[in-house]
């Protein structure tokens, strides 16, 4: 895929302008090799992370408590998998294949969001999920939409749009909730008190200690810091729980005047790092059950390409 | 890597008539058949086409970035083809 | 549409829900046909994350928001969506056992999904015609479900004609299954269909399907006594008991509340 140009250094040039110019970079233009690892990189993990996430989700498809919510939570969880997709393709304009994907998946070699290795105890947390991590995810997702790297880029578009009304739906079930009975409160209090930290820990590790932040915001890839989106959200959310009628799980949160933000408490980057290291509650259900579907549908995905072979079909072997 | 491997498609959808396909992205599918089906699950779930196609992506020859210049620069320079060239006197309409 | 049911769930028979005074809908047949959609459309999204393969995530997941739409406007047609789902006992659900089914593996998947639609199709086709209360909704579901059907005969032929483990894979399902077909073409009160004509045109589409598959339409007996073919007279099957159970018990565990 790469084509090997004769002299990289006018081509790093012409690279640099399209940067510098704000122009979108495109598969078949050169570029650096750690551009191109750092994308593959970070769209996999992109499109792991909305696989990875159906599961915590699904968990509640069948148990969804009237039917107007059972048709949202099937949609929402039908569009994390199209996310998935339009990700791996976007992955895919750089000659790595899905199935390679897949496999550095399965294998632990590649990692997903973390926040999907903790249990959805209650119905409340699909609400929980919907407001803090969907909307934890658009505000690191929204910025992408100007990625420099075109595919991406486009993809971002497409799943921002598609994704506006996870987290209103997520908002409101703990709207319902929180104004419903007083167990159905307390379900929704219960559920922010366990998402409210992991969510935070979504945008990543504090800058000084981000590992490739600083490359990836040259390269325009990333366009704000994690410490950045990260007060940006907790600014956001603190009055959306006062409409809600929830509290926030820190005693340190409060307005600050002067910075023009919200002050708050420390992170807990110990449990961000064990759960990151597999750890985690979840880690290895998550992944279990991501091998087995994978596995148990070889014979079906290995049926449909012998039809095809012998049908003059297209599939080829292995024509990725 | 095995037998089992889809081939890519890339996709192009008609988001309503008398507007031309536009490249939507891509899927894989053991054949044409189910790619389309596959496409219309994927890239019109919000109704967001009348008409599809697909196209194995191993079939797509393109421009290569290299030919950038002959390619494309030669157009560059025959401002001619494009209507702001001429000046037109002033009230003169319908042109 | 979001529900308000009052009190205790009692509503534990069709009969208790009456339908608005006025209304032409048959109880019965609308209980019937928004069961058998309710039912194989929780089937369905229990395949969310296990499918074999991203696009099928997708397909299976459009024809479980199909049947669901059907589901809500078939129920609401006589009473409480929500109640008629949640608050009725297994026995008075009136859906065929051929929908309630476990998912099985994927050939069991789809050859419930090729004998449903295909039947699906051809009662909407019929309901969509004449000027009956089911005919509206008859007039959209056949579009969905001619896509449904068109899906299950795509993956038929995959499975069929594909590698020695999916044939005999598929071969398995479409026997396994095929004693639940029967109950299909018992008349339903109040439809008013010719159920021998509604079974011609099935079994010519199947069969037509089965074959080009290169697989063989079983022969063994459809509905042989109450096992396989009392559904509509609320007679289920034992995983059908499970899968409500965890279908309704959070809606139950919180009596009158809103969701």
Redesign the interface.
Known sequence: MTTTAPDTRGCEAVFDAALAADERIEPRDWMPDAYRATLVRQMAQHAHSEIIGMQPEANWITRAPSLRRKAILMAKVQDEAGHGLYLYSAAETLGTGRDELLDKLHSGRQKYSSIFNYPTLTWADVGAIGWLVDGAAITNQVPLCRCSYGPYARAMVRICKEESFHQRQGYELLLTLSRGTEAQHAMAQDAVNRWWWPSLMMFGPPDDESAHSAQSMAWKIKRHSNDELRRRFVDICVPQAESLGLTLPDPDLRWNEESGHHDFGPIDWDEFHEVLRGNGPCNDQRIGQRRRAHEEGAWVREAAAAHARKHGGTAREAQV | MTSADWPLWEVFVRSRRGLSHTHAGSLHAPDAAMALRNARDLYTRRSEGVSIWVVPSAEITASSPDEKDPFFAPAADKPYRHPTFYDIPEGVRHL | ???TPQGAPSASAPEATAPQSGSAVPVGAALALGDDA?VLS?RL??W????????????L??I??DL??Q??VL?SLVGD??EL??LREERAFRNVQLVEQPNG??AHTIARQLYFSTYQELLYGRLAAGDGPFAPLARKAVKEVAYHR??AE?WT???G???E??HR?MQTALTALWRCTGELFEPVDGLGLDTAALHEGWLALVSRTVEQAGLTLPTGPRSDGWSAGAGRQGIHTEPFGR?LA??Q???RS?P????
């Open positions: 549409m979001t529900t309710l929780h999204g229990e969310a994350g296990h499918a074999p393969v991203l696009e099928e995530e997708v397909a997941a459009n479980a928001l669901l739409g589901a809500r129920l969506e929500d789902a949640y593996d994927f068109d899906h795509q032929l995959r499975l004609d594909g590698t483990e999916s894979r899968m965890e279908m018990h959070l809606h919180h009158g509340a809103s969701w």
